[in-house]
């Protein structure tokens, strides 16, 4: 493990391979799991004020789901989550021409709505973050690598161009921690890269 300011970084951030690879999954972390995408209160307050802007992007289902439980659900340990649709896909996603799942809340993002969406907002950090998860110890944040079997071709994909999690990562980890965290993290994966080539 790695310690940079108040978070303990799992060694599998230096050493997973992964790059997503939606031709294969297609999209399957959006539908598949027993709960939604984990969400921070910031980011609940934020829904509030962009769903109409994400709702044009979204499924019928999802809008419908949306109406009737909110922006937001509860997990089984009471953590807030983003709604299932029948219990299975998370209620913002779409399909794209391939049938590939994809994110609305990114969807509208990278459309440049205007309105309550000039935040910049991409999608939950959480999703952005995927396979990455952030646990609370006490005072530290845990920066664990989550292993699911759906993303087997990834790892594969990752693992033919030898791209590690932190530097596939780099965007949303930026997002998250900034820039100097880091540049921290990076300089400790360069510095075991280098280590493991000698």
Known sequence: MYIIDQTIVSDDIFEIEFICDLEQC?????VEGDAGAPLNEEEIAILEDIVDEVKPYMTPAGIQ?????????????GSFVTPLIDGRDCAYI??????????AIEKAFEE?????LEHKFKKPVSCHLYPV???????????????????????????SVGLPLYKYLREPLVRYFGQAWY????????????????
Not at 26 to 30: I, N, P, S
Not at 65 to 77: R, V
Not at 187 to 198: L, N
Request: hydrophobic share 25%; proline share 1%; with cysteine.
């Open 26 to 30: 297609r999209g399957a972390c959006c």
């Open 183 to 198: 540049d921290d993290l990076y300089a400790e994966g360069e510095r075991r890269q280098k280590e493991k080539s000698i």
């Open 112 to 116: 440049g709505c205007s309105g309550p």
């Open 94 to 103: 779409y399909f794209d021409e391939q049938g590939i799942a994809k994110c």
């Open 133 to 159: 998860r952030l646990v609370q110890l006490d005072e530290y944040v845990a920066v664990n690598y989550h292993k699911w079997q759906i993303c087997k071709k990834a790892l594969k994909k990752g693992k």
């Open 65 to 77: 789901e949306i109406e009737q439980t909110g922006t937001f659900d509860y997990d089984e340990d």
